[in-house]
């Protein structure tokens, strides 16, 4: 049972890609919790603790989305372990009890305010689990579904920054401070989340939605590049009231990347175009979640 598990997280859940990307994200907002005011000093025992909250999130995510996509998915992707019965649902139920409870005792080890947002963050899953009971609805609206789903992303962000910083007692310009950095937080990964289903028509499954079937290259080209614009302008503002400039310059560059590579697939519209986009997207999103996170880090 212990290999098809291994075996399941290599293709579903891939270890090192999930670890980067909960860790960055977490790093990010835990220190930017530190350049509010009257915020708790950085305590390594509660960051690991906390990361360790973020990370059995993502996996209970995961298994969620397995349950609320399995019927399309055994049409889609019929050589998952999964669609071919070779690990069932059942099995990563037997995973998921277990990683809900580590999450909350945890949670509650790490005091009332992480735990309340632990719970905010149980709620928002678990809506998405029911797909907030208009599943027909949603599903025909491929925007919509996209930011109801990403909406998740700024509840997530409140459990490191409430380790630190009670958000219930924070002045009206920390609420602001933290609602700019919640948005370009969500810009960034419904950026990454665009970029990964920018298909050529070769790569099209008409059993599996992308955004460039729905909305056609073009459409998505802008609206990918509107919201990666976003992201960088939210988090120069943020990085330049700080007087980061070289900061500033990385978000810019890694932009510029991005930009470079949507380009690039609108030019080209090829499978490695496709693919192009999605690394690049993957580059513009961990790379400015750490190039934020370490002069946030140092103050």
């Known amino acids: 049972m212990l290999k098809k598990y291994l075996k399941y997280s290599v293709e579903r859940f891939p270890l090192p890609g999930v670890i980067l990307y909960a860790g960055s994200l977490y790093w990010m907002s835990y220190s930017f919790a530190g350049t509010l005011h009257d915020s708790s000093s950085w305590s390594i025992l509660d960051f690991f603790t906390g990361f360790i909250v973020y990370f059995l999130v993502f996996l209970h995510l995961r298994i969620f989305d397995e349950h609320k996509d399995f019927k399309k998915d055994c049409i889609a992707y019929p050589k998952r372990m999964l669609s071919r019965g070779e690990i069932t649902l059942k099995d990563l139920r037997k995973i998921l009890y277990p990683v809900l ?7 509650m080890m790490l005091g009332i305010r992480a735990f309340t947002a632990w719970l905010m963050i149980m709620v928002w899953t678990l809506l998405m689990l029911k797909e907030f009971f208009v599943k027909e609805f949603l599903n025909k609206r491929i925007g919509l579904y996209l930011i109801s789903h990403q909406l998740l992303v700024p509840i997530m962000i409140i ?7 009670n958000l219930f007692q924070a002045s009206k310009s920390e609420l602001v401070l933290f609602s700019i950095f919640a948005l370009g937080t969500m810009c960034l990964t419904m950026t990454y989340e665009i970029a990964r289903k920018t298909w050529s028509s070769e790569m099209e499954n008409e059993n599996a939605d992308s955004y460039t079937r729905e909305w056609g290259i073009g459409r998505t080209y802008v609206s990918s590049i ?22 500033v310059l990385a978000t810019g560059a890694l932009f510029m990347i991005y930009l470079v590579a949507e380009t690039f697939f609108l030019i ?32």
């Open 159 to 165: 459990f490191p920054i409430m380790q630190r910083r």
């Open 226 to 247: 509107i919201v990666a614009a976003i992201a960088c302008v939210v988090f120069n503002y943020l990085l330049y009231d700080m007087k980061e400039i070289a900061s």
């Open 268 to 299: 080209k519209k090829n499978a490695r175009a496709s693919k192009i986009v999605e690394y690049a997207g993957i580059l513009y999103m961990l790379g400015t979640f750490i190039t934020v996170a370490i002069p946030c880090t140092i103050k």
């Open 101 to 107: 409870a580590v999450e909350c005792v945890l949670s």
